[in-house]
């Protein structure tokens, strides 16, 4: 389909941007494109003005700074894939991008526009609430941080103002010990996922889990956060049967709905196959 007639702006700073979307309260902020221009294309979204903010200089960062990874707002999924600082140091966060769609979606889709579309299939969203990581929104009374574990408040939904632009994604450092994974379970290379598990965690001198995130996507109307599954480990030597009992918990505390990928009860089984190998995964990665 082709989409609805809409005005195009491009503002040039991050202030003007923002004044455009003061005035203008039905406009969509676009980026990427990946997510946006489809849902314009099969008229589930018909703003009357597009403010692109792919022209804003100072948006690119990718870097460690004061026990960050910075990710600016126009980084792409791409720039992850080839950075050797994200492929040594954040293995996580360079499995989550690797399975994102495909390659030519990867070279314009980006992280923030990733969170800030706030859809359950998306990819980051789980490997963000894995890592604790906590994104800036940028709006008319400037920047304001928010914890990823606050940032998704439903279906396609987000803590953002309509005012706000989401500026930079933060990643803490790894710590010493630190490993991480994402698996998805996908139909086809490129497929959104039937079922993902982020795992992310590090391990104290006597080989105990310190600190643990997991997070789970498309099992449900957001990401999931298993809560339950990360207490069970936390302190913990981390043993086979624990990792099993984590596993089960994740199973129980997902939500998924049944469509063309699979049943409901298949995708929950497959949730707790695929923490376990995310954290056996983890694991390995926090050890080597
Ligand atoms: C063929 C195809 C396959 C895909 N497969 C996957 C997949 O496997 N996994 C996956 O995770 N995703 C997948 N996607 C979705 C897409 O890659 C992501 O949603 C993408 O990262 C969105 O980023 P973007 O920069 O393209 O955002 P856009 O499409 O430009 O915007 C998406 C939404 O976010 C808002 N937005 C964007 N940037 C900001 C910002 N900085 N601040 C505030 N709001 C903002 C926009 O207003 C819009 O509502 C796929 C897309 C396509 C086309």
Known sequence: MIPAEFQ????????EAIALLQAHQDAKIL??????????KLRLATPPLLVDISRIAGLTTLSEAGGWLHIGALVREADLEESPLVRSRYPLLHDTSHVVADPLVRNLATIAGNLAHADPANDHPATMLAYRAEVVATGPSGARVIAVDSFFTG???????????????RVPAP??????????????VGDFATAGVAAQLNLDAAGRVQQIGIGLTNVGPMAIRARRSEDVLRGQSPSDALIAQAAALAQEDCDPTADLRGSADY?????????????????????A
């Open 267 to 287: 995708k929950r089984n497959m949730v707790r196959i695929l923490t376990m190998r995310a954290l056996h995964k983890a694991l390995e990665r926090a050890r």
């Open 31 to 40: 980026s990427g494109g990946q997510s946006l221009i489809p849902a314009l």
């Open 175 to 188: 710590m010493a010990g630190s490993g991480g994974a994402y698996l998805k379970l996908e139909r086809k």
């Open 8 to 15: 195009y702006a491009t503002p040039p700073t991050i202030p």
């Open 155 to 169: 279906l396609f939904a987000t803590a953002l103002a309509h005012d706000e632009i989401l500026t930079e994604v």
